[in-house]
């Protein structure tokens, strides 16, 4: 190749990349108002208008949204508005940042900075509550040409106390408590409330005198649920029930745990149910122990605590994850009679195919209440049902309302958040 | 065949065919790696415990100054006294201890158990209660591209179906006879059938597992297999 043929093309190409450079750096840094059709050549659209400037509602005072009318140029015109920018500023003359872009056509923008600022991470874009702020949105064409800004407009953020997108759960929570207060009130004036029998809890005392005519003791396992979780809750209920029988009978109840707090409620449960069984001096607190926080070690105590006492009857009631199985096969192996409760779906099927009895889901709560006979939680019970029947009616109603094309029902019920 | 000449990996190899060795029968191999196991682990989240919790959540808050030599990115922060109040719950929690005291221990408990019960009274309205009713409202014919279309009529009917089956099952206050009966049974029939797609999909999940330890085993240890 002849040298001089192809000099003069590099030279024009590097001449034509030293352009787009030049031309990029004046891009970049040009104040956006002075990008114009002139400097361009390309046309700049036509700024948004009339924006105003909302608090956020339903908040907690750390947003504001940002509403203007579109570009002239946005869906008619020129039509070459690309997106539009949200600049703000703590001042009206004071310097405005980019705050976020939406693209054409949208005419909205959400504000939001909730994270406080603290010494090792400062935010200076926090929106405390009761802040003002200043805002002017630009529109940018395809050709990367910037409008005239908008006027600036002026917001201030607010707490608000109430959040209206939650009310279909205040109302549901009214009417439940509504039906919970009248039930417990009618149980504790005596008025008989039927629930109808368990499979699973009329075992129950089936196994303990079985455990009684062996000489073995009762394997009580909570799962691996905090004191807190309503599985575990309802399972201190059947532990109280099982213990107070064992009480009776002078049969062993081991309780191993993994929770301290499940601990002290547990241990707090037996020693009160062999005091109502007129017998605390058999109480023995050495007998609900804790083995440690961990699953799968968890699991290889308990296991071989099953093969080496050889308990007569497992209870699991409480909320049980992959160690279900595990638990229900070795319980299996060591020949013991077993009845399981949980409220997780996952691990329901493993304790329906390997335990005797299964309380299922809600039934695990409906047999501490049962069991208990007590009238808050009959009363609890009572009115779980009629809002069962209360949501049946919703569902067969919204059904066919929205086949029906109509979606108030839904609308109803939806949570904005 | 390349054998490791790592002693961990002979030692991980050794507890978990110790750990394997239950399925023969309880034995001293697998009686050693429990109490290795549950020893190590206890320990493990006590130390969790004290330094996860304890020293970042309570004592620096309370007296920042305290962590300085074993948390230092969190002395010099001011000190938040509200703190103060769980340390005095969970210092009641351990009364427990005393014979006489122990009565206080209640109190603690019944905050746990309290509080945490309301806030999931809220969150389980939102999340499995009203959200779950929302969503099955859905249309029992439905019309695609302007037909009637069959799949997802079917489809829907069923979930609707499935769903009200499913709630008369649990429900408590009236004896499962007659049509009740028979829509509680349906209500069975499918949770059973729902039971055994997750028995099946979660079986094969625990498979995972078990060629995981399987690859160790043959590919760390005894490197028949190429990891």
Redesign the interface.
């Known amino acids: 190749m002849n040298h001089i043929d192809w000099f003069p093309r590099k030279l024009g190409i590097i001449s034509l990349v030293l352009l787009v450079i030049t031309w990029g750096g004046v891009l970049a840094q040009a104040p956006k108002d002075v990008l114009s059709a002139d400097s361009l050549g390309a046309p700049a659209p036509a700024p948004p208008t009339n924006v105003r400037v909302i608090d956020k509602p339903n908040d907690a005072g750390h947003g504001l949204i940002i509403r203007w009318d579109l570009s002239a140029d946005d869906t008619s015109g020129l039509k070459n508005v690309d997106r539009y920018e949200v600049l703000r500023s703590d001042a009206p003359d004071g310097e405005f940042i980019s705050r976020g872009i939406v693209f054409r056509g949208v005419n909205e923008y959400e504000d939001v900075d909730d994270m406080k600022p603290?010494?090792?991470s400062p935010n200076p874009n926090y929106m405390a509550e009761g802040s003002t702020w200043f805002y002017k949105v630009v529109a940018l064409s395809n050709q990367q040409v910037y409008s005239e800004p908008s006027e600036i407009v002026v917001g201030t953020t607010r707490e608000n106390l109430f959040h209206w997108g939650?009310l279909?759960?205040l109302i549901?929570?009214i009417i439940?408590t509504a039906y919970l207060l009248n039930f417990i009130i009618s149980a504790k004036k005596g008025k008989k409330?039927?629930?109808?029998p368990l499979a699973g809890i009329d075992a129950v005392d089936d196994a303990i005198g079985r455990a009684t005519e062996m000489g073995k003791p009762i394997l009580f396992i909570l799962g691996l649920g905090?004191?807190?979780?309503?599985a575990t809750?309802a399972g201190f209920t059947i532990l109280s029930r099982v213990a107070k029988k064992t009480a009776e009978y002078q049969t062993r109840v081991l309780v191993p745990v993994q929770d301290p707090?499940v601990l002290?409620?547990a241990?707090?449960t037996v020693r009160t149910a062999y005091l109502e069984a007129g017998r605390p001096d058999q109480y023995n607190s050495d007998n609900i122990f804790y083995?440690?926080?961990?699953q799968?070690?968890?699991v290889?105590?308990v296991?071989?605590i099953m093969?080496?006492e050889k308990p007569a009857t497992n209870f699991y009631m409480g909320l049980f994850y992959?160690e279900s199985?595990l638990l229900a096969e070795t319980g299996n192996i060591a020949g013991s009679i077993q009845i399981s409760g949980t409220d997780q779906?996952?691990q329901?099927?493993?304790f329906?195919?390997a335990t005797d009895f299964t309380l299922?889901?809600?039934?695990l709560y409906?047999a501490s209440a049962y069991l208990s006979q007590e009238p808050v939680q009959l009363g609890t019970?009572?009115a779980q049902?009629?809002t069962?029947?209360i949501?049946?009616i919703?569902?067969?109603l919204?059904?066919?309302?929205?086949?029906g094309k109509w979606t108030f029902?839904?609308d109803i019920?939806?949570?904005h958040l | 065949m390349h054998i490791s000449a790592n002693i961990m990996v002979w030692f991980g190899a050794f507890l978990t065919l110790s750990i394997l060795s239950f399925l023969y029968k309880d034995n001293v191999f697998y009686k050693f790696a429990e109490h290795l196991f549950v020893g190590v682990s206890a320990a493990y989240w006590m130390v969790i415990g004290i330094w996860g919790t304890l020293f970042p959540n309570l004592i620096a808050k309370i007296y920042p100054g305290g962590v300085r030599f074993v948390l230092p990115s969190l002395a010099d922060r001011p000190p938040e006294y509200y703190y103060i109040i769980p340390a005095i719950l969970g210092i009641l929690l351990l009364m427990r201890l005393s014979k006489k005291l122990g009565w206080i221990s209640r109190w603690p408990l019944a905050f746990i158990v309290g509080t945490t019960a309301g806030f999931n009274l809220v969150r389980y309205l939102r999340s499995d209660f009203i959200g779950q009713v929302r969503n099955t409202l859905i249309p029992l014919i439905v019309i695609k591209d302007g037909s009637f279309n069959f799949i997802g009529s079917f489809s829907n009917t069923v979930i609707i179906v499935g769903v009200l089956c499913g709630l008369i099952y649990f429900f408590f206050s009236k004896e499962h006879k007659g049509a009740f009966g028979v829509a509680s049974r349906i209500g069975i029939w499918i949770l059973m059938i729902t039971f055994g797609a997750g028995f099946g999909y979660t079986v094969m999940a625990r498979i995972s597992l078990l060629v995981g330890r399987m690859q160790f085993l043959m590919g760390d240890w005894l490197g028949i297999i190429n990891r």
């Open positions: 603290t010494a090792s939650k279909p759960i549901a929570v439940f409330l039927y629930i109808r905090t004191a807190a979780d309503i809750i707090v002290a409620v241990q707090e083995v440690t926080a961990m799968f070690p968890y290889a105590a296991n071989s093969l080496r992959a199985l779906i996952a329901l099927p493993f329906v195919a299922i889901g809600e039934e409906a019970l009572k049902d009629y069962k029947a949501i049946m919703i569902i067969i919204g059904a066919i309302a929205i086949t029902i839904r019920i939806t949570i």
